[in-house]
């Protein structure tokens, strides 16, 4: 008799910052002069702590809740160089989201009225009379300044996870697209990309030479036209370039081992201009990595298990649908988790689903005690699925 079908489970990455990690991290800010040894010190326990917290509730494959970045984006201003401030050039093409979700806010700006004040989003395009803003731009050749603090990473979590007893790790890496400031410097974007890709292929590697699994986040791929005023074209565009990145940056590494990340956005929003999933699917399948990680729990994505009734997944690949929102504080029941799982089980089979969160928990929106919850809920959906299944 063949052995039972286990669902496994696993998260997005961000998880919320313990208390002592937030407190040094707003003195950082502040200008505060920090020991060094002292937040050294903070981010490892803080590591063990989310890690802890996680094989506490269940979850399969853990991660180090990216505890020692101040955010899943922007944690390579101090990483890599090549990098500066810089006056912003007539003509420019903005940085994502710098005009607020425009599109959503003139559909529904009451909404985005109170999420501004929430959550620091701008309130309206910036006034012409303004003084030139200053941007992170890319104004020599990308490079590592302080490869150090992804081998921090590397340790801290491999040292949490070995001490919590975990059953198999992963660590978050940010996709090119995603982070690529305004290139000043690159004679085009494909090239610029792709050096931004060989930069990172080097962050990839050494995830995997610890054993861990990798996800690279690319919300880029899909959040474009949401937050911008383009046409569905020009989205597409884009979003091939990107693609084209992630599988230059991956070209020597084992696919098996690595997922992508695509979501639509973290934030509780309307999200009403999201892509639908069927319009970019060929286009994800397109990626080198094996895993695709993708929201299917919240209320705009909820249905898109159907999209795998029509499109045949590939044999060399798997899904990591998320079965829990991470944008509300609803806990899910166990039952309604086991049959989101059992949906997209029954069409690409179990022994291809790896069971998840639609999102990192960045915007705080819900509460710290509710996303252990919620993971335990996860968790005890898995064991229902696959004792039904």
């Given at each position: 008799m063949a052995e039972p079908t286990r669902i496994r489970t696993t998260h997005v990455g961000s998880l919320p910052r313990t208390p002592a990690v937030n407190a040094i991290n707003l003195e950082r800010m502040a200008g505060a002069t920090v020991d060094e040894a002292a937040y050294e010190r903070v981010v490892s326990e803080a590591v063990a702590e989310v890690v802890r917290h996680q094989v506490d509730a269940g979850i399969s494959m853990v991660n180090d809740g990216e505890q020692s970045k101040p955010s899943f984006f922007n944690y390579h201003f101090g990483r890599l160089s090549g990098f500066e401030l810089h006056e912003r050039p007539e003509g420019a093409k903005l940085p994502v989201g710098a005009l607020g979700f425009e599109g959503e806010r003139l559909d529904h700006p009451d909404f985005f009225e109170g999420f501004s004040r929430i959550a620091g989003v701008q309130a309206q395009a910036p006034d012409p009379s303004d003084p030139p803003?200053?941007?992170?731009?890319?104004?020599?050749?990308?490079?590592w300044s302080d490869f150090s603090q992804v081998e921090r990473d590397i340790a801290n979590l491999k040292t949490a996870a070995d001490a919590a007893g975990a059953e198999s790790v992963f660590m978050t890496a940010i996709s090119p697209g995603t982070y690529a400031p305004l290139n000043l410097y690159y004679a085009s974007e494909e090239e610029y990309l792709f050096a931004l890709g060989d930069a990172l292929s080097r962050e990839y590697a050494a995830i995997l030479d610890a054993g861990f699994s990798l996800q690279i986040d690319a919300p880029d791929l899909t959040t474009e036209y949401r937050l911008r005023r383009i046409t569905m074209d020009e989205h597409l565009e884009h979003m091939d370039l990107c693609i084209a990145a992630i599988n230059h940056a991956t070209r020597d590494l084992p696919p098996e081992r690595v997922r992508v990340h695509v979501c639509w956005g973290a934030d509780e929003a309307p999200h009403h201009r999201d892509i639908p999933l069927q319009d970019i699917v060929d286009r994800l399948l397109g990626m080198r990595p094996a895993g695709l990680s993708i929201p299917g729990a919240n209320g705009r994505h909820a249905h898109e298990w159907k999209v795998w009734r029509d499109v045949k997944l590939p044999d060399d690949k798997f899904l990591v649908p998320?079965?829990?929102?991470?944008?509300?504080?609803?806990?899910?029941?166990?039952?309604?988790?086991?049959?989101?799982?059992?949906?997209?089980?029954?069409?690409?089979?179990?022994d291809r689903v790896l069971a998840s969160i639609d999102c990192g928990y960045a915007y705080n929106q819900v509460a710290t005690s509710v996303i252990w919850a919620k993971m335990r809920s996860l968790a005890q959906g898995a064991e229902l699925a696959s004792a039904r299944i």
């Open positions: 803003p200053q941007d992170l731009c890319c104004v020599a050749p990308v490079a998320g079965v829990i929102d991470s944008t509300t504080n609803i806990i899910e029941h166990p039952d309604a988790v086991a049959q989101r799982i059992a949906d997209y089980a029954s069409v690409v089979g179990p």
